[in-house]
């Protein structure tokens, strides 16, 4: 399954035909989207390739922890490595297919108050752990490092 920022400059390969999405509806994941709400997924390193545009990407880190990485061209939203654990995390709508199942909603205490976007499908008050989330989303067992930087 092929990803790919809007301008094209980024591209990547994801090893799966389907991908598990979470969406966040947290106040950072509003402010770096601009949107109501995040979606995105986590695909183990071996599953990952970058194709194109690497050097391309420019990153924004949060004292916290939170990550913001972009196409330094157009802005888009690009996957970056899960912080400490062999993971992307990957924005679901670069995926050049719609091939992607929404299995879980986090951070629903934090749902802005005109988001329409649904909350139903397995909804979080805040976050389960990392590894709940992982399995959840591909299905692995691990033993994950937990900082999350929310
Ligand atoms: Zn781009
Ligand atoms: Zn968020």
């Known amino acids: 399954m092929i ?22 509806h947290c106040s950072l994941c509003r ?10 997924t986590v695909v183990h390193v071996n599953k990952f ?16 922890g939170y990550t913001s990485h972009f196409c330094s061209s157009c802005g888009s939203s690009v996957p970056n490595k899960f912080r400490g654990n062999p993971y992307y995390w990957v924005p679901a709508g670069l995926m050049d297919s719609e091939n992607i199942e929404v299995v879980a ?3 629903v205490c934090d749902v802005a108050s005109w988001s329409q976007v649904s909350t139903s499908i397995n909804p979080y008050e805040t976050r389960p752990e990392v590894e709940n989330l992982i399995a959840q989303l591909c299905g692995d067992t691990y033993q994950a490092n937990q900082t999350y930087g929310f």
């Open 3 to 24: 990803g790919s920022c809007l301008c094209g400059a980024v591209t990547f390969n994801v090893k799966f035909d389907s991908l598990k999405a979470y969406q966040c």
């Open 31 to 40: 402010k770096q989207t601009g949107a109501a709400s995040s979606c995105g």
């Open 49 to 64: 390739e970058w194709l194109s545009g690497e050097s391309n990407i420019s990153a924004w880190v949060k004292s916290t």
């Open 105 to 107: 909603n986090i951070f």
